[in-house]
């Protein structure tokens, strides 16, 4: 073998990928961008809650509902997606463009596979784009080049942050760093959150916390009350922090009353208004 090739030689890996946040919640959602080892985890969740696929069906669908608002009624042109996921039907590129063609969305995720698979769908949609970011980390996330180059921080921004909250733990400092993102949004900007919910006495959101802990590695789901100081200073959208199926409901819908694993999450919309 020449040198440069032998230098060059890598062993092929067979190992099975560890489970993973974006891939574990694929599964759930009947994606099929998943290893083995992602589905151990998520059916670890189904025996624990066998109605989650209500659950992250239900996420999928405010999300859905928030994001029409936010560029039909609100009026947004500019969408920031932090742990847009992996998934293929109506994502929020999709839901907002057929508002309104040319609302632009930066998606930002941290999960390479999620990074690979979003810029393979994006590949022909110049109002949007994807860049590798980390939540933790919102100094680089907002001198990334790239989004600084798609969203005009002069302009209202509406920021999403459906389904990753519950995955920064409290040493982490979740609301400094929901705090240094919001600072950084012109008036007139939005912030949606969606959270998981644990409170003390639920045992199978105690159990599914702890599924996704060791798992994925990390999980911290708090409390409705928790949630909602996440607004702080901002102007909360009616109906307020609520669960999902109470967040402008569509005919139809899921309700809470008959559906019992709604109350896992709640959701909130903010407005920022001049301070
Ligand atoms: C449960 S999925 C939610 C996907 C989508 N937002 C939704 O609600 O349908 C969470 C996503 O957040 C991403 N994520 C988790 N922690 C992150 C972090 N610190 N920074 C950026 N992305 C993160 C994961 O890779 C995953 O794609």
């Known amino acids: 073998m020449p040198e440069a090739q032998a230098n060059d030689w890598q062993p092929v890996s067979f190992e099975t990928p560890s489970p993973n946040i974006?891939?574990?919640?694929?599964y759930l959602l009947g994606g099929k961008d998943n290893y083995?080892?992602?589905?151990?985890?998520?059916?670890?969740?189904?025996?624990?809650?066998?109605?989650?696929?209500?659950?992250?069906?239900?996420?999928?669908?405010?999300?859905?509902?928030?994001?029409?608002?936010?560029?039909?009624?609100?009026?947004?042109?500019?969408?920031?997606?932090?742990?847009?996921?992996?998934?293929?039907?109506?994502?929020?590129?999709?839901?907002?463009?057929?508002?309104?063609?040319?609302?632009?969305?930066v998606y930002v995720d941290n999960d390479p596979v999620v990074l690979a698979h979003a810029r393979a769908l994006l590949a022909d949609n110049p109002e949007t784009t994807v860049v590798a970011g980390d939540l933790r980390e919102p100094g680089a996330l907002l001198a990334d080049e790239a989004l600084r180059k798609h969203l005009d921080f002069e302009q209202p921004i509406g920021l999403l942050l459906c389904g990753i909250l519950h995955y920064v733990l409290d040493e982490e400092e979740p609301a400094r760093l929901l705090r240094e993102l919001v600072d950084a949004l012109p008036s007139g900007s939005y912030v949606f959150v969606h959270h998981l919910l644990a409170a003390g006495d639920d045992r199978e959101a105690a159990a599914t916390e702890a599924i996704l802990r060791k798992g994925v590695g990390r999980a911290q789901f708090r409390t409705a009350e928790q949630v909602a100081a996440f607004f702080e200073g901002l102007e909360l959208v009616d109906p307020g922090v609520v669960t999902v199926s109470e967040w402008h409901p569509e005919e139809g819908g899921p309700r809470l009353e008959e559906n019992p694993v709604l109350r896992l999450a709640a959701v909130g919309v903010a407005r920022k208004g001049r301070r």
């Open 22 to 26: 974006a891939r574990v919640y694929d």
């Open 36 to 105: 083995a080892a992602d589905r151990a985890v998520a059916q670890q969740i189904e025996q624990t809650l066998p109605e989650v696929h209500l659950g992250v069906k239900a996420q999928r669908a405010v999300l859905r509902r928030v994001v029409r608002h936010l560029v039909g009624e609100a009026g947004l042109r500019q969408l920031l997606d932090i742990g847009s996921g992996l998934p293929t039907a109506d994502n929020v590129h999709q839901i907002a463009q057929a508002v309104e063609p040319a609302t632009r969305v």
